[in-house]
């Protein structure tokens, strides 16, 4: 029976790993000088319209317009009558980077032998965010799927047990407010350089434009992908990423112990996704429990970590990078056999360290065969 063989050829559970093969998360460990972090560098970008569909170009980027000072912003409005929710239950995986790197393959290749590419790490920012919070997180998990492909480690999270939970039950409330982050966006961005917000149409978040950046953590060479929400509209503006904004929302701050939760909390999360990509500013709405934005306010991303100085023991952006070096230093020591069908599932719940299973040709294999057969043929 199939079922049954799969699970004998199982890895060692994680009660069987030495010392060495386990990683701590001990945020002492990391609290060393910051590493080297090369400036990201835009090597490409790509689309996915309202179905989904991938496409090789900048079709979807938007354009940032400032609000007024006090702008009517409900975010709210349109939630049963013009709101297009992607299907959060689909696995697309890495699939759309791997087209991108199909697609772009001319840019890529080196002269490395073993590694055709010259990328050590091919992920998605949001993974490589969950990593630099992990030494602050206390409340959620994660499991990232590694493959080993022509000497490139590819990563691709799998949803953990409680996030499945978690989503599978989100309440109307949750629901909703999941929504005011994409309104919000609506009421700011453009279609065109010239134009105007339109916050009469449609919110659908298939919609996405997204940038892929490559750089250098230590001794690791990464390309990752990351969707960016809007880009400075004036064409004197930078070279992307330095032109690109992140726009966010977040509860109204009426007393002292808010504050310190937004920074503690909310601006951790907020510094880690836009400083890996390079994005220099976030937009905030600051709204109150009707969805009503209340405050608009900049943020540059490199002034965060002086931001958050005035809070006691609070987060470092140090010990972030440092335990996300290390984690691929990890990674790169146990991933040794090169095979696509071949998963190194890495495994991580708070106040525990990092552990390991290995599955051969399982539910967990995600490089798929189109991908894997233009890279080794
Ligand atoms: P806010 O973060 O402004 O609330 P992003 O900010 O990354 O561009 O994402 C846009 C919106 O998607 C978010 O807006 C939030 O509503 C929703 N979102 C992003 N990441 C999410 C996550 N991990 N879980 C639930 N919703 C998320
Ligand atoms: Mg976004
Ligand atoms: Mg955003």
Request: hydrophobic content about 25%; overall charge negative; some cysteine.
């Given at each position: 029976d199939r079922g049954n063989e799969m699970h004998a050829r199982r890895a060692r559970p994680s009660e069987c790993l030495s010392p060495s093969q386990t990683l701590?998360?001990?945020?002492?460990?990391?609290?060393?000088?910051?590493?080297?972090?090369?400036q990201p560098v835009e090597i490409g970008y790509f689309s996915l319209d309202s179905k989904r569909n991938f496409w090789n170009d900048a079709r979807q980027l938007r354009y940032y317009v400032e609000p007024e000072r006090c702008p009517n912003f409900n975010l709210r409005d349109g939630y049963h009558d013009r709101f297009v929710k992607r299907d959060d239950g689909i696995k697309e995986k890495l699939d759309h980077i791997l087209k991108w790197i199909l697609?772009?393959?001319?840019?890529?290749?080196s002269r490395d032998a073993i590694c055709p590419l010259g990328i050590d790490f091919v992920t998605w920012r949001g993974h490589l965010t969950k990593l630099l919070t992990t030494p602050y997180e206390t409340q959620d998990g994660w499991l990232l799927a590694v493959s080993r492909l022509a000497g490139t480690f590819y990563i691709s999270?799998?949803?953990?047990?409680?996030?499945?939970?978690?989503?599978?039950?989100?309440?109307?409330?949750?629901?909703?407010?999941?929504?005011?982050?994409?309104?919000?966006?609506?009421?700011?961005?453009?279609?065109?350089?010239?134009?105007?917000?339109d916050s009469g149409g449609v919110v659908n978040t298939n919609e996405a434009f997204c940038t892929v950046v490559q750089t250098r953590l230590s001794e690791h060479k990464l390309l990752f992908?990351?969707?960016?929400?809007?880009?400075?509209?004036?064409?004197?503006?930078?070279?992307?990423p330095a032109c690109y904004i992140e726009m966010k929302t977040s509860a109204e701050i009426h007393t002292p112990k808010q504050r310190?939760?937004?920074h503690r909390y909310k601006l951790l999360k907020w510094w880690a996704q836009s400083f890996l990509p390079g994005?220099?500013?976030?937009?905030?709405?600051?709204?109150?429990?009707?969805?009503?934005?209340?405050?608009?306010?900049?943020?540059?991303?490199?002034?965060?970590?002086?931001l958050i100085k005035t809070e006691y023991n609070c987060w470092k952006p140090t010990v972030c990078m440092n335990f996300c070096s290390d984690f691929l230093s990890f990674v790169k020591k146990t991933v040794k056999e090169d095979d696509p069908k071949l998963v190194y599932l890495f495994s991580w719940e708070p106040h525990k360290d990092v552990t390991f299973t290995t599955h051969r040709d399982s539910e967990y294999t995600f490089l798929p065969n189109w991908f894997v057969k233009e890279i080794t043929g």
């Open positions: 701590s998360v001990s945020r002492q460990f990391y609290d060393r000088d910051f590493p080297v972090y090369k697609a772009n393959k001319h840019k890529l290749q999270e799998v949803e953990t047990e409680k996030a499945r939970r978690d989503r599978e039950n989100r309440t109307e409330r949750h629901e909703e407010m999941m929504y005011w982050g994409y309104k919000f966006e609506q009421y700011t961005c453009a279609d065109d350089a010239q134009g105007s917000p992908s990351g969707e960016v929400d809007c880009r400075e509209a004036s064409s004197c503006a930078p070279a992307a310190s939760n937004f994005v220099p500013k976030i937009v905030a709405g600051f709204r109150d429990s009707d969805g009503q934005v209340v405050q608009v306010e900049t943020f540059k991303t490199s002034q965060i970590s002086q």
